[in-house]
């Protein structure tokens, strides 16, 4: 069933029933890694509070005039768009964690993220999830806290992605490493069932369209995006979509 998007989304009992049930129906699209590298991501579901959560845990180590220069990047923004670069103000119910990378990090600084990283030798991909989880964010997961799994998702700078998705509890209380996060954002799950969401835009470079899914101010692309939009049509909304034809934009291909 989908939302409008207007109405904070109740973090209880039905919602995780909900969406357990929808992601164990799911049949997990694997990817071969054709030369590519394994990576881990986790789609955390958590409480959130308008005033409390409303700006990100963490002071960002990215200004305005930062935020505005990366969207210089971003394909598709017309003036119509009320794009600022920031996600403030989507907390509010049941949300999803989501961080901004670090300005230290070699790979993709500044660019909003699921906290994840690459699958050390010797781990499955959910060991690999976890253990990212508590390097990023400060955040154990327990194996009851594992609702299911999404499809892989092949990225453009050679890795082939596993998302999982994680039920946090009420008490979790996310703190961002500071060597790899910028800040932590609680996104309310209504803000991904957006009339408006998600958006395509078509770019030279690719016969695929590129996925965004507008939050707030700002446009989260795939593989984040992507990432998100297969969370909330399958887990949410219980729609069996696949994402992985779905492109990214060039300034996220290295």
């Known amino acids: 069933m989908a939302t409008d998007g207007n109405h904070d989304i109740t973090y209880d009992g039905t919602l995780r029933q909900r969406l357990q049930d929808h992601l164990d129906a799911h049949d997990v699209k694997a990817h071969p890694t054709l030369g590519r590298r ?18 990100g845990a963490n002071s960002s180590q990215f200004t305005a005039e930062d935020r505005l220069d990366m969207l210089s990047y971003v394909p598709g923004i017309s003036e119509d768009d009320a794009i600022t670069g920031s996600v403030d103000g989507t907390a509010g119910g049941a949300a999803i964690l989501l961080t901004r990378r670090g300005s ?14 690459r699958i050390d030798d010797g781990e499955t991909a959910l060991e690999a999830a976890v253990r990212e989880v508590e390097e990023e964010i400060g955040l154990t997961l327990s194996p009851d806290s594992l609702l299911g799994q999404l499809d892989d998702y092949p990225t453009r700078s050679g890795y082939v992605i596993s998302p999982f998705v994680f039920w946090a509890g009420r ?20 803000e991904l069932t957006r009339a408006d969401s998600p958006r395509f ?11 965004q899914l507008p939050v707030g101010g700002d446009l989260i692309h795939a593989p984040t995006g992507a990432v ?5 049509a399958v887990a949410y909304d219980g729609d069996p979509i696949r994402v992985d034809e779905f492109e990214q934009p060039v300034f996220a291909w290295k």
């Open 38 to 55: 394994r990576a881990a991501v986790s789609i955390i579901v958590i409480d959130s509070d308008h005033i409390e959560h409303g700006t």
């Open 104 to 117: 230290r990090l070699n790979d993709h600084p500044g660019q909003w993220a699921l906290p994840g990283g």
């Open 171 to 190: 008490d979790a209380a996310p703190i961002a490493n500071p060597d790899e996060v910028a800040s932590i954002h609680r996104i309310a799950l209504r």
């Open 201 to 211: 835009v078509d770019i030279p470079e690719s016969d695929r369209p590129v996925i």
């Open 228 to 232: 998100l939009y297969q969370f909330r």
